[in-house]
Protein backbone atom coordinates (compact mmCIF):
# COMPACT_ATOMS: atom_id res chain seq x y z
CA UNK A 1 0.00 0.00 0.00
CA UNK A 2 1.51 3.46 -0.80
CA UNK A 3 1.67 6.32 1.23
CA UNK A 4 -0.96 8.23 0.05
CA UNK A 5 -3.52 5.07 -0.30
CA UNK A 6 -2.74 4.74 3.46
CA UNK A 7 -3.17 8.33 4.14
CA UNK A 8 -6.86 8.49 2.33
CA UNK A 9 -7.52 5.41 4.32
CA UNK A 10 -6.84 6.49 7.66
CA UNK A 11 -9.08 9.84 6.55
CA UNK A 12 -11.92 7.19 5.92
CA UNK A 13 -11.83 5.73 8.82
CA UNK A 14 -11.09 8.90 10.94
CA UNK A 15 -14.42 10.63 8.95
CA UNK A 16 -16.30 7.44 9.66
CA UNK A 17 -15.51 7.45 13.50
CA UNK A 18 -16.39 11.02 13.44
CA UNK A 19 -19.98 10.00 12.07
CA UNK A 20 -20.23 7.04 14.62
CA UNK A 21 -19.55 9.73 17.43
CA UNK A 22 -21.89 12.27 16.11
CA UNK A 23 -25.08 9.78 15.63
CA UNK A 24 -23.89 8.33 19.20
CA UNK A 25 -24.22 11.98 20.59
CA UNK A 26 -27.31 13.16 18.75
CA UNK A 27 -29.47 9.63 19.65
CA UNK A 28 -27.89 10.04 23.40
CA UNK A 29 -29.68 13.95 22.58
CA UNK A 30 -32.84 12.78 21.09
CA UNK A 31 -33.15 10.19 24.05
CA UNK A 32 -32.84 12.41 26.85
CA UNK A 33 -35.11 15.35 24.95
CA UNK A 34 -37.88 12.67 24.97
CA UNK A 35 -37.33 11.54 28.73
CA UNK A 36 -37.15 14.94 29.52
CA UNK A 37 -40.48 15.76 28.10
CA UNK A 38 -41.82 12.34 29.64
CA UNK A 39 -41.14 13.93 32.58
CA UNK A 40 -42.74 17.44 32.06
CA UNK A 41 -46.06 15.72 30.75
CA UNK A 42 -46.20 13.40 34.46
CA UNK A 43 -45.45 16.30 36.61
CA UNK A 44 -48.14 18.35 34.69
CA UNK A 45 -50.61 15.21 35.13
CA UNK A 46 -49.78 14.87 38.44
CA UNK A 47 -50.28 18.76 38.98
CA UNK A 48 -53.52 18.63 38.32
CA UNK A 49 -55.05 15.39 39.85
CA UNK A 50 -53.20 15.51 43.60
CA UNK A 51 -55.06 18.39 44.88
CA UNK A 52 -58.51 16.37 43.33
CA UNK A 53 -57.14 13.42 45.25
CA UNK A 54 -56.92 15.47 48.02
CA UNK A 55 -60.12 16.38 48.77
CA UNK A 56 -61.84 12.91 47.92
CA UNK A 57 -64.04 11.76 44.54
CA UNK A 58 -67.13 12.92 45.75
CA UNK A 59 -66.00 16.89 46.12
CA UNK A 60 -63.60 16.21 42.70
CA UNK A 61 -66.35 14.83 40.76
CA UNK A 62 -68.27 18.24 41.38
CA UNK A 63 -65.44 19.65 40.15
CA UNK A 64 -66.31 18.75 36.36
CA UNK A 65 -64.24 20.94 34.37
CA UNK A 66 -60.96 20.15 35.91
CA UNK A 67 -61.38 16.25 35.78
CA UNK A 68 -62.44 16.50 32.00
CA UNK A 69 -59.30 18.94 31.93
CA UNK A 70 -57.15 15.89 33.29
CA UNK A 71 -58.67 13.44 31.10
CA UNK A 72 -57.99 15.35 27.92
CA UNK A 73 -54.71 16.02 29.16
CA UNK A 74 -53.46 11.90 29.30
CA UNK A 75 -56.01 10.92 26.20
CA UNK A 76 -53.41 13.33 24.42
CA UNK A 77 -50.29 11.81 25.70
CA UNK A 78 -51.64 8.59 25.56
CA UNK A 79 -51.86 8.67 21.70
CA UNK A 80 -48.66 9.93 21.93
CA UNK A 81 -46.47 6.62 21.02
CA UNK A 82 -43.32 5.79 23.09
CA UNK A 83 -41.34 3.06 23.95
CA UNK A 84 -40.34 4.26 27.18
CA UNK A 85 -42.12 1.13 29.19
CA UNK A 86 -41.82 3.09 32.40
CA UNK A 87 -43.33 6.06 31.04
CA UNK A 88 -46.46 4.84 29.39
CA UNK A 89 -46.71 2.24 32.77
CA UNK A 90 -47.14 5.21 35.14
CA UNK A 91 -49.22 7.17 32.13
CA UNK A 92 -52.13 4.11 32.65
CA UNK A 93 -51.58 4.41 36.20
CA UNK A 94 -52.31 8.15 36.61
CA UNK A 95 -55.35 7.23 34.26
CA UNK A 96 -56.38 4.89 36.52
CA UNK A 97 -56.18 7.53 39.70
CA UNK A 98 -58.26 9.83 37.58
CA UNK A 99 -60.81 6.91 37.14
CA UNK A 100 -61.15 6.73 40.88
CA UNK A 101 -61.93 10.38 40.96
CA UNK A 102 -64.27 9.31 37.98
CA UNK A 103 -66.15 6.82 40.05
CA UNK A 104 -65.41 4.52 37.36
CA UNK A 105 -63.65 1.72 39.32
CA UNK A 106 -63.91 -1.16 37.85
CA UNK A 107 -62.17 0.81 35.02
CA UNK A 108 -59.16 2.04 37.61
CA UNK A 109 -58.67 -1.79 38.25
CA UNK A 110 -57.75 -3.00 35.22
CA UNK A 111 -55.74 -0.01 34.07
CA UNK A 112 -53.84 -1.09 37.35
CA UNK A 113 -53.39 -4.63 35.77
CA UNK A 114 -52.46 -2.73 32.44
CA UNK A 115 -50.02 -0.28 34.44
CA UNK A 116 -47.97 -3.36 35.99
CA UNK A 117 -47.93 -5.41 32.78
CA UNK A 118 -46.07 -2.67 31.11
CA UNK A 119 -43.77 -1.41 33.63
CA UNK A 120 -43.77 -3.70 36.78
CA UNK A 121 -43.29 -2.22 40.01
CA UNK A 122 -43.88 1.81 39.11
CA UNK A 123 -44.39 3.72 41.73
CA UNK A 124 -47.48 5.41 40.30
CA UNK A 125 -49.26 1.68 39.83
CA UNK A 126 -48.14 1.31 43.74
CA UNK A 127 -50.00 4.63 44.90
CA UNK A 128 -52.92 3.15 42.47
CA UNK A 129 -53.21 -0.29 44.39
CA UNK A 130 -53.37 1.55 47.60
CA UNK A 131 -55.88 4.13 46.56
CA UNK A 132 -58.22 1.41 45.37
CA UNK A 133 -58.09 -0.22 48.95
CA UNK A 134 -60.86 1.50 51.10
CA UNK A 135 -60.11 0.10 54.01
CA UNK A 136 -57.65 2.44 55.86
CA UNK A 137 -56.13 0.07 58.02
CA UNK A 138 -55.70 -2.46 54.77
CA UNK A 139 -53.98 0.83 53.18
CA UNK A 140 -51.20 0.81 55.84
CA UNK A 141 -50.08 -2.91 55.12
CA UNK A 142 -49.94 -1.73 51.62
CA UNK A 143 -48.00 0.96 52.74
CA UNK A 144 -45.50 -0.57 54.84
CA UNK A 145 -44.72 -3.39 53.01
CA UNK A 146 -43.66 -1.33 49.75
CA UNK A 147 -41.78 0.96 52.02
CA UNK A 148 -39.91 -2.13 53.08
CA UNK A 149 -39.19 -3.12 49.57
CA UNK A 150 -37.47 0.62 48.88
CA UNK A 151 -35.51 -0.03 51.89
CA UNK A 152 -33.02 3.19 51.55
CA UNK A 153 -34.41 4.35 48.15
CA UNK A 154 -35.33 8.18 47.74
CA UNK A 155 -37.56 7.61 45.06
CA UNK A 156 -40.98 6.73 46.63
CA UNK A 157 -40.41 7.13 49.96
CA UNK A 158 -42.48 11.23 49.72
CA UNK A 159 -45.42 9.67 48.11
CA UNK A 160 -45.59 6.47 50.40
CA UNK A 161 -45.45 8.63 53.35
CA UNK A 162 -48.24 10.99 52.10
CA UNK A 163 -50.31 7.78 51.70
CA UNK A 164 -49.23 6.78 55.23
CA UNK A 165 -50.21 10.06 56.60
CA UNK A 166 -53.73 10.27 55.21
CA UNK A 167 -54.43 5.91 56.37
CA UNK A 168 -53.13 7.26 59.75
CA UNK A 169 -55.11 10.26 59.79
CA UNK A 170 -58.20 8.73 58.99
CA UNK A 171 -57.34 5.79 62.20
CA UNK A 172 -56.93 8.58 64.01
CA UNK A 173 -53.65 8.11 64.81
CA UNK A 174 -52.92 11.77 64.64
CA UNK A 175 -49.36 11.92 66.05
CA UNK A 176 -47.77 9.60 63.31
CA UNK A 177 -49.77 11.28 60.48
CA UNK A 178 -48.29 14.45 61.32
CA UNK A 179 -44.68 12.74 61.08
CA UNK A 180 -45.40 11.15 58.19
CA UNK A 181 -46.65 14.01 56.31
CA UNK A 182 -43.88 15.90 57.67
CA UNK A 183 -41.15 12.69 56.42
CA UNK A 184 -42.76 13.19 53.24
CA UNK A 185 -42.40 17.08 52.65
CA UNK A 186 -38.52 16.65 53.48
CA UNK A 187 -37.77 14.30 50.86
CA UNK A 188 -38.03 16.23 47.92
CA UNK A 189 -41.51 15.88 46.75
CA UNK A 190 -43.16 18.16 43.82
CA UNK A 191 -44.49 21.46 45.48
CA UNK A 192 -47.88 20.32 44.78
CA UNK A 193 -47.80 17.78 47.72
CA UNK A 194 -46.41 20.38 50.25
CA UNK A 195 -49.27 23.02 48.64
CA UNK A 196 -52.15 20.24 49.09
CA UNK A 197 -51.51 18.48 52.25
CA UNK A 198 -50.19 21.03 54.68
CA UNK A 199 -53.43 21.78 55.52
CA UNK A 200 -53.77 17.63 56.77
CA UNK A 201 -50.67 17.52 58.23
CA UNK A 202 -51.88 20.78 60.65
CA UNK A 203 -54.55 19.35 61.33
CA UNK A 204 -53.24 16.18 62.44
CA UNK A 205 -50.57 18.36 64.53
CA UNK A 206 -53.79 20.38 66.30
CA UNK A 207 -55.60 16.83 66.66
CA UNK A 208 -52.67 15.10 68.99
CA UNK A 209 -53.58 15.80 72.07
CA UNK A 210 -57.24 14.45 71.58
CA UNK A 211 -57.11 10.94 72.47
CA UNK A 212 -60.03 10.11 74.32
CA UNK A 213 -62.54 12.45 72.84
CA UNK A 214 -65.95 11.54 71.39
CA UNK A 215 -66.06 9.97 68.10
CA UNK A 216 -68.97 12.88 67.41
CA UNK A 217 -66.53 15.26 68.81
CA UNK A 218 -63.65 14.41 66.42
CA UNK A 219 -65.74 15.10 63.13
CA UNK A 220 -66.46 18.57 65.02
CA UNK A 221 -62.73 19.26 65.33
CA UNK A 222 -61.99 18.09 62.09
CA UNK A 223 -64.57 21.25 60.16
CA UNK A 224 -63.17 24.91 59.71
CA UNK A 225 -66.19 26.48 60.89
CA UNK A 226 -68.40 25.65 63.94
CA UNK A 227 -71.98 26.16 65.37
CA UNK A 228 -73.16 27.18 68.59
CA UNK A 229 -74.75 23.61 69.08
CA UNK A 230 -71.14 22.32 68.49
CA UNK A 231 -69.88 24.59 71.16
CA UNK A 232 -72.54 23.25 73.32
CA UNK A 233 -71.38 20.02 72.34
CA UNK A 234 -67.89 20.33 73.02
CA UNK A 235 -68.04 22.32 76.47
CA UNK A 236 -70.78 18.92 77.37
CA UNK A 237 -68.83 16.22 76.54
CA UNK A 238 -65.60 17.33 76.56
CA UNK A 239 -65.44 19.71 79.75
CA UNK A 240 -67.59 20.04 83.12
CA UNK A 241 -68.14 23.94 82.08
CA UNK A 242 -71.59 23.10 81.77
CA UNK A 243 -72.78 21.39 84.74
CA UNK A 244 -73.97 24.25 87.12
CA UNK A 245 -76.99 23.97 84.19
CA UNK A 246 -77.18 20.54 83.77
CA UNK A 247 -76.34 19.54 87.44
CA UNK A 248 -75.59 16.16 86.00
CA UNK A 249 -78.91 15.55 84.27
CA UNK A 250 -79.38 15.32 80.35
CA UNK A 251 -80.80 18.00 78.84
CA UNK A 252 -81.53 17.84 75.47
CA UNK A 253 -79.80 20.43 72.45
CA UNK A 254 -82.41 22.80 72.24
CA UNK A 255 -83.23 23.38 75.64
CA UNK A 256 -79.46 23.71 76.65
CA UNK A 257 -79.09 26.07 73.84
CA UNK A 258 -82.31 28.22 75.10
CA UNK A 259 -81.26 28.19 78.69
CA UNK A 260 -77.61 29.93 77.50
CA UNK A 261 -79.20 32.13 75.77
CA UNK A 262 -81.23 33.18 78.51
CA UNK A 263 -78.60 33.51 80.92
CA UNK A 264 -76.28 35.15 78.60
CA UNK A 265 -73.73 32.67 77.76
CA UNK A 266 -74.51 33.16 73.83
CA UNK A 267 -75.14 36.59 72.32
CA UNK A 268 -78.09 37.59 70.38
CA UNK A 269 -74.99 38.88 67.75
CA UNK A 270 -71.64 38.52 66.74
CA UNK A 271 -71.48 42.22 65.57
CA UNK A 272 -69.06 43.67 67.67
CA UNK A 273 -69.99 47.31 65.92
CA UNK A 274 -73.58 47.61 67.59
CA UNK A 275 -74.00 49.17 71.12
CA UNK A 276 -76.84 47.70 71.85
CA UNK A 277 -78.47 44.31 71.48
CA UNK A 278 -81.27 43.32 68.58
CA UNK A 279 -84.80 42.15 69.88
CA UNK A 280 -83.70 39.21 67.46
CA UNK A 281 -82.44 35.83 69.27
CA UNK A 282 -79.78 34.39 67.75
CA UNK A 283 -79.82 30.30 65.79
CA UNK A 284 -78.30 27.36 67.18
CA UNK A 285 -77.05 26.50 63.65
CA UNK A 286 -75.46 29.62 63.06
CA UNK A 287 -71.59 29.35 62.56
CA UNK A 288 -69.75 31.14 65.56
CA UNK A 289 -67.32 33.94 64.59
CA UNK A 290 -63.97 34.64 66.92
CA UNK A 291 -66.17 37.62 68.26
CA UNK A 292 -69.17 34.99 69.44
CA UNK A 293 -66.35 32.22 70.84
CA UNK A 294 -65.02 34.92 73.00
CA UNK A 295 -68.43 35.90 74.24
CA UNK A 296 -68.80 32.57 74.95
CA UNK A 297 -65.75 31.32 76.54
CA UNK A 298 -65.42 34.10 78.55
CA UNK A 299 -68.59 33.84 80.42
CA UNK A 300 -67.74 30.37 81.37
CA UNK A 301 -64.75 31.29 82.49
CA UNK A 302 -66.39 33.76 84.50
CA UNK A 303 -68.77 31.56 85.58
CA UNK A 304 -65.64 28.60 86.39
CA UNK A 305 -64.22 31.18 88.51
CA UNK A 306 -67.56 32.77 90.12
CA UNK A 307 -66.45 35.95 89.31
CA UNK A 308 -69.04 38.09 87.63
CA UNK A 309 -66.81 41.50 88.12
CA UNK A 310 -64.74 39.90 85.07
CA UNK A 311 -67.49 40.46 82.89
CA UNK A 312 -66.60 44.15 83.00
CA UNK A 313 -63.07 44.56 84.09
CA UNK A 314 -61.64 45.85 81.21
CA UNK A 315 -64.61 48.26 79.75
CA UNK A 316 -64.73 49.72 83.40
CA UNK A 317 -60.58 51.00 82.79
CA UNK A 318 -60.85 51.41 78.86
CA UNK A 319 -63.96 52.34 77.87
CA UNK A 320 -64.91 55.14 80.04
CA UNK A 321 -64.44 58.85 80.50
CA UNK A 322 -64.99 61.08 77.61
CA UNK A 323 -62.40 59.56 75.30
CA UNK A 324 -63.05 55.68 75.53
CA UNK A 325 -60.26 53.60 74.09
CA UNK A 326 -59.47 49.93 72.55
CA UNK A 327 -55.72 48.67 72.86
CA UNK A 328 -56.68 46.47 70.28
CA UNK A 329 -56.98 48.08 66.60
CA UNK A 330 -60.03 46.51 65.32
CA UNK A 331 -62.09 45.97 68.55
CA UNK A 332 -64.45 49.78 69.05
CA UNK A 333 -63.88 50.25 72.63
CA UNK A 334 -68.17 50.94 73.36
CA UNK A 335 -68.83 47.13 71.73
CA UNK A 336 -70.51 44.79 74.14
CA UNK A 337 -67.97 42.14 73.51
CA UNK A 338 -65.03 44.74 74.54
CA UNK A 339 -64.33 42.70 77.61
CA UNK A 340 -65.07 39.29 76.52
CA UNK A 341 -62.11 39.83 73.55
CA UNK A 342 -59.49 41.74 75.81
CA UNK A 343 -60.32 39.33 78.34
CA UNK A 344 -59.57 36.62 76.00
CA UNK A 345 -56.00 38.26 74.74
CA UNK A 346 -54.84 39.05 78.02
CA UNK A 347 -55.51 35.39 79.84
CA UNK A 348 -53.66 33.96 76.21
CA UNK A 349 -56.93 31.94 75.46
CA UNK A 350 -57.05 33.78 72.00
CA UNK A 351 -54.51 36.14 70.38
CA UNK A 352 -54.22 38.79 68.12
CA UNK A 353 -53.82 38.10 64.48
CA UNK A 354 -51.13 40.34 64.09
CA UNK A 355 -50.48 41.56 66.93
CA UNK A 356 -52.67 44.49 66.70
CA UNK A 357 -55.78 43.06 65.06
CA UNK A 358 -58.49 40.56 66.69
CA UNK A 359 -60.13 39.47 63.57
CA UNK A 360 -63.42 39.03 65.26
CA UNK A 361 -65.17 38.49 62.09
CA UNK A 362 -63.11 35.24 61.26
CA UNK A 363 -64.54 31.59 61.88
CA UNK A 364 -64.14 29.84 64.74
CA UNK A 365 -62.32 26.67 64.74
CA UNK A 366 -63.10 23.32 66.65
CA UNK A 367 -60.00 22.35 67.74
CA UNK A 368 -58.98 25.74 68.81
CA UNK A 369 -62.20 25.70 70.90
CA UNK A 370 -61.49 22.70 72.71
CA UNK A 371 -57.95 23.83 73.85
CA UNK A 372 -59.62 26.83 75.47
CA UNK A 373 -62.26 24.78 77.17
CA UNK A 374 -60.38 22.29 78.50
CA UNK A 375 -57.81 24.94 80.11
CA UNK A 376 -60.37 26.68 81.77
CA UNK A 377 -61.44 23.50 82.87
CA UNK A 378 -58.62 22.48 84.68
Known sequence: MNNGFGKRLIIVFCAAAAVLSSCTSMGDIFIDSHRSQHESNLTEVE???????????NEARARNS???????????????????ADYSGRLIAWSGRLAILEGRYTEAQRLHRQSILVSPGNLTSIILSIRLEGDPAKRLEIIERESALLTQRA?????LNIERGRALLEMNRFTEAAGAFDTAFASGLNEIYGETYRSARNRAWELRNTSGVAASTLGVLGRDTITWNDCIALARDETQLLRFMTAGRTVNDNELFTRLVDRGFIPFTQDI???????????????????GAAWFVWNLFAQARADRGMLTRYSARFATGPNPRSPVADVPPLTPFFDSILGCVETEFMSLVDGRNFNPSAPMRGADL?????????
Not at 47 to 57: C, D
Not at 155 to 159: C, H, V
Not at 273 to 291: D, G, K, L
Open 273 to 291: TITQWPTERPRAASVVTRA
Open 66 to 84: DIASARRMIAGMERESSAD
Open 47 to 57: RIIVPLEAIGA
Open 155 to 159: AGTGE
Open 370 to 378: LAILRRIDN
